[in-house]
């Protein structure tokens, strides 16, 4: 189901005359099945359960340790430090689909937008999202979250970094800056809406999605590099 939903938004995006150059971007590959969670997996899931209860700031290793059946030398074997455990988890749960959800304000119908609400998966990514732009978040977390979100629109675009002059670079954090400001925002939520229907039933989603992609499109127009080509998205009508 979350294949065809997603397969539904790349088309979206392919025909629409102002999202043509986003077709390229390609879908994670799926997980084999397991039998059950991995300690890994067990400590990604205890960093989300506590951050729904508690600041970031307040959560300890000690605590991921036990949320997780794990003991500290575990924790220490697979990360250096709390950082690194909220890096890897912030890195899972922001795949390209998440990322190009938030390129998409106001661009799709109503059935689809209801589909993609009621996704179960969808919708844990996307809290999970609110989470580090809300409350219980922090400075580093929000800069890690907005660093990840730009690698991948920079990846979708087939640019990087370096290729953004100053006044691009800063006309794009502004917008993403006011994009996780908006999600993390509670009245927004107040009536229960789910981030995906915040995000794409909304104007203002809209206006700033719409600032991120001229603006990224006008570079990998302006680039013209083969890797851009091979995507297959930047040639005019």
Same mark, same amino acid.
């Given at each position: 189901?979350?294949?065809?939903?997603?397969?539904?938004?790349?088309?979206?995006?392919?025909?629409?005359?102002?999202?043509?150059?986003?077709?390229?971007?390609?879908?994670?590959?799926?997980?084999?099945?397991?039998?059950?969670?991995?300690?890994?997996?067990?400590?990604?899931?205890?960093?989300?359960?506590?951050?729904?209860?508690?600041?970031?700031?307040?959560?300890?290793?000690?605590?991921?340790?036990?949320?997780?059946?794990?003991?500290?030398?575990?924790?220490?074997?697979?990360?250096?430090?709390?950082?690194?455990?909220?890096?890897?988890?912030?890195?899972?749960?922001?795949?390209?689909?998440?990322?190009?959800?938030?390129? #998409? /304000? $106001?661009? =799709?119908?109503?059935?689809?937008? %209801?589909? &993609?609400?009621?996704?179960?998966?969808? !919708?844990?990514?996307?809290?999970?999202?609110?989470?580090?732009?809300?409350?219980?978040?922090?400075?580093?977390?929000?800069?890690?979250?907005?660093?990840?979100?730009?690698?991948?629109?920079?990846?979708?675009?087939?640019?990087?970094?370096?290729?953004?002059?100053?006044?691009?670079?800063?006309?794009?954090?502004?917008? #993403? /800056? $006011?994009? =996780?400001?908006?999600?993390?925002? %509670?009245? &927004?939520?107040?009536?229960?809406?789910? !981030?995906?229907?915040?995000?794409?039933?909304?104007?203002?989603?809209?206006?700033?999605?719409?600032?991120?992609?001229?603006?990224?499109?006008?570079?990998?127009?302006?680039?013209?590099?083969?890797?851009?080509?091979?995507?297959?998205?930047?040639?005019?009508?």
């Amino acid at each position: 189901m979350l294949s065809q939903l997603l397969g539904a938004m790349t088309n979206l995006l392919a025909t629409n005359d102002r999202f043509d150059q986003l077709r390229g971007a390609t879908l994670p590959r799926p997980r084999k099945d397991q039998e059950g969670p991995t300690a890994i997996e067990r400590m990604e899931a205890a960093f989300w359960d506590a951050l729904v209860e508690k600041p970031y700031s307040k959560i300890t290793v000690g605590e991921i340790a036990q949320r997780a059946h794990v003991n500290k030398n575990a924790f220490y074997y697979h990360y250096s430090g709390l950082e690194e455990l909220a890096t890897q988890a912030i890195d899972n749960t922001l795949p390209l689909e998440i990322a190009r959800l938030l390129l #998409l /304000g $106001g661009q =799709l119908d109503s059935g689809l937008l %209801e589909s &993609l609400t009621n996704n179960p998966d969808i !919708l844990k990514r996307s809290n999970r999202v609110r989470l580090i732009a809300g409350k219980h978040g922090s400075r580093e977390l929000s800069s890690l979250l907005k660093s990840r979100i730009l690698c991948a629109w920079f990846d979708i675009f087939g640019i990087d970094e370096s290729c953004l002059d100053r006044e691009t670079m800063m006309s794009v954090k502004f917008a #993403l /800056g $006011g994009l =996780l400001e908006l999600l993390g925002d %509670e009245e &927004l939520f107040r009536d229960d809406e789910s !981030l995906p229907h915040v995000i794409l039933g909304s104007k203002t989603m809209e206006v700033a999605a719409t600032t991120i992609v001229t603006s990224l499109r006008r570079i990998a127009k302006s680039r013209a590099s083969p890797p851009w080509d091979a995507r297959g998205a930047a040639h005019e009508a």
